[in-house]
């Protein structure tokens, strides 16, 4: 091989790679591209110099170079479009799941403020002892009618429970043994004085007293009551 062609083929295998360069900056959005482009142009006129054959192994390396970079370009491209779905993909899922939270957390708080506002109604519709009119004597549906009017309409059937099974409703019975007295067979009966000294006639006075001492002993006539299923008393 003569100088000539010995400097023709290095000449065109930097320019191959001048072309090959090119390529690289077009894919990477390089600001020098142009003027790489314009250079491998006028480089690619020194393949002249070199033999048709040695042209031939020059651009197919050149081809080969040129089809490679372009298919690193391609991956880098498919790399990063999936990391951007995968990060929207999150984003989306995140936002899903604060939405899902802030909706069970307001349906609950919802919930609780209705709960609140019906024990609030329910207790607000009852009525004192004090508000009856006394009477010699009371029938049954009477002093029923009376507690219903004192007793939170969720805790009813509770309350009614007892008393069946206490007096069944006779507010002056009295237990021959022991000496329990009224409604709820208080022991001994004149601790319902504390709240009215009328106890012993006026059944108002017993519900109010044993409906204090359900509340406060055992939270509510429900809570009263599922102690004397267990125990028979209370």
Not at 46 to 68: C, K
Not at 205 to 231: H, V
Request: charged share 20%.
């Amino acid at each position: 091989m003569s100088r000539i062609s010995v400097r023709g083929f290095a000449v065109a295998s930097a320019t191959a790679v001048t072309a090959v360069g090119s390529v690289v900056g077009v894919a990477s959005g390089s600001t020098a591209q142009n003027n790489d482009a314009e250079a491998a142009a006028t480089d690619l006129t020194l393949l002249a110099d070199i033999p048709a054959g040695q042209q031939a192994q020059v651009q197919t390396a050149s081809l080969t170079q040129q089809a490679d970079v372009q298919a690193i370009a391609a991956d880098a491209s498919a790399k990063k479009e999936a990391e951007e779905a995968a990060r929207k993909a999150a984003a989306k899922s995140a936002i899903e799941k604060k939405e899902a939270a802030e909706a069970a957390e307001k349906a609950a708080q919802e919930a609780k403020e209705r709960e609140e506002a019906e024990e609030l109604a329910s207790r607000s519709a009852t009525r004192d002892a004090s508000s009856f009119t006394v009477q010699s004597s009371y029938s049954i549906a009477e002093i029923q009618s009376m507690a219903r009017a004192m007793v939170p309409g969720d805790q009813w059937t509770c309350f009614s429970n007892i008393v069946d099974h206490e007096s069944s409703w006779n507010y002056q019975a009295v237990n021959p043994s022991s000496g329990a007295y009224g409604l709820f067979q208080a022991l001994p009966g004149s601790k319902m004085s504390s709240v009215g000294s009328d106890w012993q006639t006026n059944p108002a006075t017993q519900i109010k007293w044993g409906l204090n001492y359900m509340n406060e002993r055992y939270g509510s006539p429900c809570g009263a009551w599922d102690f004397w299923q267990a125990n028979h008393w209370y």
